[in-house]
């Protein structure tokens, strides 16, 4: 462009013909204008990441190097002032056209960092407009050609258009809040400094008479279009970051409690403990209501003392201010509670002869457990406003959030330690059943046991102490759950020693309960029934001790009946009388009898009309199940105790055990 | 759910125990019988409303046999159901305990003990 301007000047100086149209600077112009443009907005736009901070800065260090060159130029036509050199327009023309290369770089440059501006907070609308914007300035990029004056109408429309626009996108400063006082601060001097080089710069291009010139380029509608776009967004930027100043500090608040409030919440996951949690809130909410002093009493469970968290406050103080505040008056109850009672209260109070002059006070509740409170104080009395105690409640419930979800993780781990702990009890009980009851030549047995809890209370044993004598206990701890699980273990304990001994039933019931005298709870029995099957004999010798009634079936017959005989539960009586209360029976036994031993979950397993099973439906299901193997006459009692029972769950650990004798007997 | 009403007629003290006492309700009852035997000395349970009797239920009229049997106390059981009584009579506890019909006749068991 300048070449060709040049060479225009050189040709009309010296009245030469150039042979170089005149629209080939032009051309020129404007090729260089769009590679300007193209260059920064390529340029800028990999800066994606930069923020506005950063572009203003750019902006201002390329208006500070144009200035430079500007003045290099400035300072070598001073030089060449009283030259011939200096008189010659060709010389003129030169430096008019390295200054003006020089403010179009600038003026394009901060116009693309404007663009950016506008753009902080983008819309459909303003894209639209913005392009139309941009199109307009290229159509009028080619209006060159026509060299319209400034008297020219088309001139004035198209300038009043951009000028226009200008106001338009001036008012998309979204990017303003976003910056706090002192970013604000050092844009309003970046600002101000960018539109004193404009000014210089448009000055610098004035300075040049239209008379020396052969070709002022920089009077277009596009150069002024730009100029009137950049110094006027320029300006309102300006004037909005100023008005924007004294409200920084509430836009810096607000952000900061978000902040903080982010800490309170995020504190379980970045690995904080509850201590560091009361911290936050104590720090947040003195910054928040920017508190001369703060106390925070963190209740201790267990402990009638409160741990206390201080800020700027001694000890001795908080026990001053605490006598001061009944002196004052309660400005205001906070909680919508009807019990006026301080101590759960939120409420400000004014403090009356001492240093400070206003107290917030908010107690910290989970649910209605309480744990803490917080003190606000001021140096200023009515120091405390809505907003103040808004946040402060915001702060606290996202506090006590914080520690409950401490507190419920806490509980969760410990409830998983408690399941596991539970589960080992449960293997360790379900090992103190027989895995299998060892089947004799001349009796099949089953045997089924289930808990109402994770571990149970009921006892079965068998034990062959030789080729003719099997041994079967059956026991019932009073009680489910854990408690119970450990006394029948003891249980299975004493079964073991005494079955060796070869003692009757009553005589094993009298020693068990002799044992478990110094073994079991006040509130607790056993209650257990012995049977020693003697094939040599042909009988089943048993003994009840409190224990639910043995059922016998007499194939022969067709009839099952009780054995109830008198008995009483082990543990009841702790002394030696028990012997009064235990008897011996005695059962011929034949091929195909059945002996059903079981304990009371499964009579007394209740349906949802509260009807127990029962003996008699357990009798009938006997009987004509009879003629099948223990096996399925075990399937069919549990089948038909489950179906009766429904959707109700057991509530009492069941067992059952059916022995029936086969014709093997000598 | 188990619900315990106590009034005192002449120098009984009268229990009355309804629903069921399982393992947690048991507990209520126990605790009204240890606070009614530190003042009073003839006590009556009426069983009437008595549904159902659990093993830990049982428990707690067990504990108490010893202080009767010292004669601490005096304490009868009356209008049991079928069932309730099977289950005292199945852990031999009736032996220990004394249970009749009527409230008469346990005022008059009590009176004689």
């Not at chain 1, 309960?513 to 607790?524: E, M, V």
């Not at chain 2, 009614?36 to 046999?65: P, R, T, W």
Request: negative net charge.
């Amino acid at each position: 462009m300048a070449t060709s301007g040049l060479m225009l000047t050189f040709s009309q100086s010296n009245d030469i013909p150039t042979g170089i149209p005149i629209f080939l600077p032009f051309l020129s112009f404007i090729i260089f204008f769009i590679s300007l443009y193209v260059f920064y907005h390529y340029h800028l736009g990999r800066l994606k990441n930069a923020n506005l901070q950063d572009l203003l800065w750019k902006v201002f260090v390329t208006g500070l190097i144009a200035t430079i060159l500007s003045f290099g130029l400035k300072l070598f036509e001073f030089l060449f002032r009283n030259h011939k050199v200096g008189e010659n327009s060709l010389f003129i023309n030169f430096i008019y056209f390295l200054n003006l290369g020089l403010i179009l770089a600038f003026l394009i440059s901060t116009f693309v960092v404007w663009e950016r501006f506008i753009f902080y907070q983008k819309s459909k609308r303003l894209i639209y407009s913005w392009r139309f914007f941009i199109y307009l300035l290229l159509i009028s990029l080619f209006l060159i050609f026509l060299q319209l004056r400034y008297d020219d109408p088309a001139f004035y429309i198209f300038i009043g258009i951009s000028f226009l626009s200008s106001i338009y996108f001036s008012v998309n400063l979204k990017w303003v809040p976003y910056l706090n006082y002192r970013q604000k601060w050092k844009s309003i001097l970046l600002f101000l400094l960018i539109l004193t080089y404009l000014g210089y710069f448009l000055s610098q291009i004035k300075s040049y008479s239209n008379d020396v010139l052969v070709l002022d380029l920089f009077v277009n509608i596009t150069t002024l279009s730009i100029s009137l776009f950049v110094i006027v967004y320029g300006i309102t930027s300006v004037l909005v970051l100023l008005f924007n100043l004294p409200t920084s500090s509430v836009f810096d608040k607000k952000l900061e409690e978000i902040i903080n409030l982010q800490r309170l919440s995020q504190s379980r996951n970045t690995g904080k403990n509850k201590e560091e949690v009361y911290e936050i809130l104590l720090e947040s909410s003195v910054s928040a209501v920017m508190a001369d002093a703060a106390w925070l009493d963190i209740d201790q469970p267990g402990i009638p003392e409160t741990k206390q968290l201080r800020y700027k406050i001694k000890k001795e103080d908080i026990l001053d201010v605490q006598e001061h505040i009944p002196k004052g008056k309660i400005k205001k109850l906070l909680s919508t509670d009807p019990v006026k009672n301080l101590k759960t209260n939120r409420y400000i109070a004014s403090i009356r002869d001492y240093k400070y002059r206003s107290i917030l006070v908010f107690p910290i509740f989970i649910q209605n457990d309480s744990l803490g409170t917080l003190n606000l104080l001021k140096e200023i009395s009515d120091g405390f406003n809505d907003e103040m105690i808004d946040i402060i409640g915001t702060f606290i419930n996202q506090a006590s959030i914080s520690i409950e979800n401490f507190n419920l993780i806490d509980a969760a781990i410990e409830n998983e330690r408690y399941i596991k702990e539970l589960n080992i009890a449960k293997t360790v009980q379900r090992n103190l059943l027989p895995a299998v009851l060892e089947k004799s030549d001349f009796f099949d047995i089953i045997g089924f046991s289930e808990s109402a809890d994770e571990v149970g209370g009921d006892y079965y044993d068998i034990f062959k102490l030789n080729e003719d004598k099997t041994i079967i206990i059956i026991g019932d701890v009073s009680g489910k759950g854990t408690s119970a699980a450990f006394h029948m273990s003891q249980l299975k304990g004493i079964f073991h020693s005494l079955v060796q001994l070869q003692l009757t039933p009553k005589d094993f019931l009298i020693y068990a309960n002799n044992a478990l005298a110094k073994g079991l709870d006040k509130n607790s029995f056993i209650t257990a029934a012995y049977y020693i099957i003697d094939r040599k004999t042909g009988t089943i010798e048993f003994s009840r001790a409190g224990h639910c009634p043995t059922l016998y079936y007499d194939e022969s017959k067709n009839i099952a009946n009780y054995f109830y005989g008198i008995g009483l539960g082990l543990g009841i009586i702790r002394n030696n009388e028990f012997y009064r209360y235990v008897n011996i029976d005695k059962i011929k036994y034949n091929p195909k009898d059945i002996l059903v031993l079981f304990t009371d979950g499964i009579t007394e397993a209740r349906n949802n009309n509260q009807e127990e099973f029962g003996y008699d439906r357990l009798k009938n299901l006997i009987i004509e199940n009879a003629a099948l193997t223990p096996v399925e006459i075990k399937d069919a009692i549990v089948q038909a105790m489950y179906s009766f029972c429904g959707t109700n769950a057991p509530e009492d650990d069941s067992t059952l055990i059916i022995i029936k004798f086969n014709e093997n007997r000598t | 759910m188990i619900t315990i009403q106590t009034n005192k007629e002449e120098d009984f003290y009268i229990i009355k125990v309804s629903g069921d006492v399982d393992a947690s309700s048991s507990i209520h009852l126990d605790n009204k019988i240890g606070e009614i035997i530190k003042i009073e000395k003839k006590i009556l349970v009426d069983c009437n409303d008595l549904q159902y009797i659990s093993s830990a239920g049982l428990g707690v009229f067990m504990s108490y046999i010893h202080e009767m049997e010292e004669g601490e106390i005096k304490m009868v059981l009356f209008g049991l159901g079928n069932n309730v009584k099977n289950v005292f009579h199945i852990l031999g506890l009736d032996q220990l305990i004394n249970m009749v019909e009527t409230k008469e006749d346990a005022k008059n068991l009590v009176d004689a003990i």
